[in-house]
């Protein structure tokens, strides 16, 4: 009976543990959409991130197929952050996009492209009552898709980092309490670059211009040389120094490179190297919980586990 008993606690207590850290996730284009125009699609979403200690949107807010819901219909953002935010779920505003190939923002012809997409979302939050704003921004903007990133890697950082000055003295210029920063792979501190006239990683760089980072740290273990805390303890340690926050990015999609998600594994099994995670990152400051990439793929991973959910 004792041990019964023992058994009920752990169980309840789990999803508290959980919720015990920031956890954030990525949401994509068709299913952002699908939330902002079915009453029933956001209420069937909002019930799967409170069962999963989710209290973070990344919420598509640009163009897809033809329309933007942020410009023809705010309304509909406004309807659901505030429903969201009544669930005790923060919006941030994502941006960037495999449909708009956004990757080429960071070339220069195409800045004024990357500052129009940001100044959209400032726009409707200068617009909006507070309870209906966007609480941050994260931009997916990775140059390290473009096919030309093996012959120009070190041009396309530094396009990267200019564009990032942009977008934040445009967001410095709304004067609006809003958290912006980018998806940034844990390799970029392996990257020495001299920008603004100081040579430094391409990660610290990236801390000093945003307000925090979401670090894709994707890696299906926690521990060891090539672990997710091994990989983000020097980006932590910058971004405490200078007041900023990593949210570590961990992923759930199929990936030929095993190592790289816990797609082959079973939720039980993330759940053990987020805590172990946790645990290592608990006393530093610049430790923001984690955000899964992502959504669909982070729901059929659960469901092919568990059919009858």
Same mark, same amino acid.
């Given at each position: 009976m004792r041990s019964l008993l023992a058994a009920?606690?752990?169980?309840? #207590?789990?999803?508290?543990?959980?919720?015990?850290?920031? &956890?954030?996730?990525?949401?994509?284009? *068709?299913?952002?959409?699908?939330? !902002?125009?079915?009453?029933?699609?956001?209420?069937?979403?909002?019930?799967?991130?409170?069962?999963?200690?989710?209290?973070?949107?990344?919420?598509?807010?640009?163009?897809f197929q033809g329309r933007n819901l942020l410009v023809q219909k705010p309304r509909l953002y406004r309807r659901l952050i505030r429903r969201l935010r009544?669930?005790?779920?923060?919006?941030?505003?994502?941006?960037?996009?495999?449909?708009?190939?956004?990757e080429e923002y960071v070339l220069p012809a195409r800045h004024p492209d990357a500052l129009a997409m940001l100044k959209r979302v400032l726009d409707?939050?200068?617009?909006?009552?507070?309870?209906?704003r966007f609480e941050g921004v994260n931009l997916d903007i990775e140059p390290h898709?473009?096919?030309?990133?093996?012959?120009?890697?070190? #041009?396309?950082?530094?396009?990267?980092?200019?564009?990032? &000055?942009?977008?934040?003295?445009?967001? *410095?210029?709304?004067?609006?309490? !809003?958290?912006?920063?980018?998806?940034?792979?844990?390799?970029?501190?392996?990257?020495?670059?001299?920008?603004?006239g100081r040579v430094k990683p391409v990660s610290?760089?990236?801390?000093?211009?945003?307000?925090?980072?979401?670090?894709?740290?994707?890696?299906?273990?926690?521990?060891g040389r090539d672990g997710?805390?091994?990989?983000?303890?020097?980006?932590?340690?910058?971004a405490a120094g200078i007041g900023r926050k990593v949210i570590i990015g961990v992923e759930t999609g199929k990936n030929e490179i095993e190592k790289v998600s816990f797609y082959h594994?079973?939720?039980?099994?993330?759940?053990r190297e987020l805590a172990l995670t946790e645990k290592a990152f608990a006393p530093e400051p610049a430790f923001g919980g984690f955000v899964i990439h992502h959504y669909r793929t982070y729901r059929n991973w659960l469901e092919s586990q568990n059919p009858e959910n």
């Open positions: 009920l606690v752990l169980l309840l #207590a789990a999803p508290c543990a959980r919720a015990a850290t920031d &956890r954030a996730v990525w949401m994509w284009e *068709k299913e952002s959409y699908a939330m !902002l125009e079915s009453r029933s699609a956001a209420k069937d979403a909002i019930s799967f991130f409170k069962a999963r200690g989710i209290n973070t949107l990344y919420l598509y807010a640009d163009s009544g669930e005790g779920i923060r919006t941030y505003a994502l941006l960037g996009s495999a449909y708009l190939n956004t409707y939050n200068a617009r909006e009552k507070e309870r209906d898709i473009l096919d030309q990133w093996k012959e120009r890697k070190t #041009a396309l950082l530094l396009e990267f980092l200019s564009m990032s &000055r942009k977008l934040m003295d445009l967001k *410095k210029a709304y004067k609006l309490d !809003l958290a912006v920063g980018p998806a940034v792979p844990f390799w970029l501190d392996g990257i020495t670059l001299e920008w603004e610290e760089h990236a801390a000093d211009v945003y307000d925090y980072l979401a670090l894709m740290d994707y890696r299906d273990r926690a521990e997710i805390i091994a990989h983000a303890a020097s980006e932590l340690k910058y594994l079973k939720a039980g099994d993330m759940e």
